[in-house]
């Protein structure tokens, strides 16, 4: 019995061909690699992928997919590529009336010229949101870790962060402190419900509006401009009111969930604000007690009114830890969960992008009967290795802020995070650094998959250079402002 036990739970072991992997990880990765007006700009999406006259656009540089690699090209200290990918992205940002300030979904350059798409070549015809929120980001990570300032107060960059602002913070018939979004308009670009205020858009319109506050904060530097200071007071009071929303109505625990089910129905009134979004208490799923257990908590997919979306996104959440939307207690939280819930998270091939998927006639009416979203594949339960790095990277830049923090769980999390880690190792070479998984243990190739996906190759890339080649780069990811005698350690817990 004894023994049973001990082959069941041991620990993946190591792979002794580790050196090479990473070797040949990183010549798939430079292979990707493509120039635009003569200069490295961006990696295509994935390597092997049908020739062009299939339309699908898997040769094209997507301002999503190529996150990770401006981080991993930020820890290898390629600054002129970020730069680079910067700029080309900043020329493409949208002037057009309906469009104005949105960064574009991908860009590809054909006979010398750039051919950029905003939605009106992607299946759906969907603009992205998250393309535009992540350039801030980026431009911010890129400045600091660089200590180029001279292009963050360009007239360029600020008159780009300017027309985004006027983009998202524009008035709405919405009075929430949210971006109201259509499905499919993120990385989860197919039909799954997902419309209204999705959890990983509004932690990254967080992430987007703090850095642009720090890059407003370089040019105040220079200059002294009454406009410039009321955009900077509105932002900072935009994101302040957003996360106290995503804190107040998205996070759930036992606790909460325990007030939310005996919460009154059919308020009314500037008085009555128990439950304003007014949330029947049949809509709370019966897996949810199991789910949580006493100490887990996450933060839920969606809040609209009346029809909370309580399944798990695994990008939100780990970006909701990377980006500081969480406490520390609460990180730890999300963590005990994610340990509580291995099986349906990390299962065979770490990790899956939505738990539960949808199934049935829900599937069916939800989806539109997409084929490419059955029921445990792509964004409806699949299994997104690209997704482990993100997940990582909170788990450790936690360890660094808090460090003398649950000492136990985190070296619990840290054994998982190894685990995974060599998973992916042992897995990722012999599937061809697959796009996806399916299945409920994530087990197979996805069935449209395409192999050696960029991000998938890079995402490894990343989690091992912050594993093992130098740990501190996690750091470049906090967008707390760091002062060179601050320490982690002297921050409180």
């Known amino acids: ?136 980001v980026l431009c911010w990570l890129y400045v600091r870790r660089s200590g180029d300032e001279s292009f963050g107060t360009s007239q360029r960059v600020q008159r780009g962060v300017q027309l985004l602002l006027d983009l998202v913070l524009h008035p709405t018939f919405e009075g929430t402190p949210v971006l109201f979004v259509p499905d499919c308009s993120f990385m989860i670009d197919r039909p799954m419900d997902v419309w209204g205020a999705p959890l990983e858009v509004e932690v990254l319109l967080h992430a987007c509006l703090r850095s642009c506050i720090e890059l407003m904060e370089l040019s105040r530097k220079n200059q002294v401009s009454r406009l410039l200071d009321q955009r900077l007071v509105l932002t900072r009071q935009w994101v302040h009111d957003l996360r106290q929303f995503l804190l107040k109505h998205y996070w759930v625990t036992s606790k909460t969930m325990q007030v939310l089910r005996r919460r009154p129905t059919e308020q009314y009134g500037e008085d009555q604000h128990q439950n304003e979004f007014n949330v029947q208490p049949q809509v709370v799923p019966s897996w949810l007690q199991d789910w949580l257990e006493n100490r887990g908590g996450y933060l839920i997919g969606n809040i609209r009114t009346g029809r909370p979306d309580f399944r798990f996104y695994s990008l939100g959440n780990s970006l909701a830890c990377m980006f500081g939307v969480l406490t520390a207690p609460q990180q730890r939280a999300l963590f005990r969960l994610v340990l509580h819930n291995r099986h349906h998270l990390m299962a065979q091939m770490p990790m899956r992008i939505c738990h539960p998927p949808m199934d049935g006639a829900e599937w069916e009416n939800k989806t539109g009967s997409d084929p490419k979203n059955w029921p445990w594949s792509y964004h409806n339960g699949g299994h997104w290795p690209s997704l482990l790095w993100f997940f990582g990277a909170s788990i450790l830049l936690h360890e660094r802020r808090y460090p003398d923090a649950d000492v136990l769980l985190m070296g619990q999390m840290r054994a998982l995070l190894e685990e995974c880690y060599w998973s992916q190792l042992n897995q990722l070479p012999r599937q061809k650094w697959a796009e996806y998984f399916d299945g409920p243990t994530g087990t197979w190739v996805g069935q449209q998959s395409r192999t050696y996906q960029t991000w998938t190759i890079v995402g490894f890339l990343l989690m091992h250079h912050f594993l093992r080649v130098a740990p501190e780069d996690v750091e470049m990811l906090d967008l707390e402002e760091l002062l060179p005698e601050k320490k982690y350690k002297k921050k409180p817990v």
């Not at 061909?17 to 635009?36: D, G, T, Y």
């Not at 190529?66 to 700029?87: C, E, G, Q, T, W």
């Not at 010398?112 to 992607?122: F, M, N, P």
Request: with cysteine.
């Open 1 to 136: 019995m004894a023994g049973r036990f001990s082959q069941k739970h041991q620990r993946v072991r190591p792979n002794s061909n580790e050196e090479q992997v990473i070797k040949r990880a990183s010549e798939h990765f430079e292979r990707s690699l493509v120039e635009v007006a003569g200069q490295v700009a961006g990696s295509i999406a994935a390597l092997e992928h049908p020739a062009k006259d299939e339309a699908l656009n898997y040769g094209e540089i997507f301002l999503r997919d190529n996150v990770p690699v401006m981080i991993y090209m930020l820890a290898k200290k390629r600054y002129d590529v970020v730069r680079h990918f910067l700029s080309v992205c900043l020329d493409l940002q949208s002037t057009t009336y309906q469009t104005r300030g949105v960064f574009p979904t991908s860009f590809v350059e054909e006979e010398g010229e750039l051919i950029a798409d905003y939605g009106q070549r992607s299946i759906g015809r969907i603009t992205s949101a998250d393309a535009s929120l992540w350039w801030p």
